[in-house]
């Protein structure tokens, strides 16, 4: 049984186990629903004719979890990088400034493809709606041993 002498031993307990789950039982979850969203608002939002979809974006595995700068969550982001960048924020920002060349298709007019596809937002308010991260993080913590309501 793990002994816990101080208030600062007990936060630092708390703390590595919040961010072992954030990192594993519940990131995993987010990733495929993340994946999802992309699936959805980003492909969902038309069908390409200047060029052909790879679906790259809506694959889990190319989703990375990473801790926020104070320790207290996690940051999911594609890592699917293209000529103009990371494809998702050149999607979540749309228009020909995140396009560049690229926003224009062969006839010179503005493509549909530069539209904003907010996948991103789309899927912070759907957490923030659903309160699912808080969900499978209370979960995780039970399975922990901590008394979570």
Avoid: C
């Amino acid at each position: 049984m793990m002994r816990i002498r101080t208030f600062k031993g007990l936060e630092s307990v708390i703390q590595q186990n919040v961010q072992e789950a954030l990192q594993n039982e519940v990131g995993d979850v987010l990733k495929g629903k993340l994946a999802k969203t992309f699936d959805t608002v980003a492909y969902g939002a038309y069908d390409p004719v200047e060029y052909e979809r790879n679906d790259d974006l809506n694959k889990p595995e190319n989703i990375a979890i990473t801790p926020t700068r104070d320790g207290s969550g996690i940051e999911l982001r594609n890592t699917i990088e293209g000529e103009n960048g990371n494809i998702a924020d050149v999607l979540e920002q749309g228009g020909v400034e995140a396009w560049g060349e690229k926003a224009f298709d062969r006839a010179g007019r503005i493509g549909e493809w530069t539209e904003e596809r907010p996948t991103y937002k789309t899927f912070a308010d759907e957490l923030r709606n659903t309160g699912l991260h808080m969900s499978l993080l209370k979960s995780a913590l039970r399975k922990r041993g901590f008394n979570i309501k």
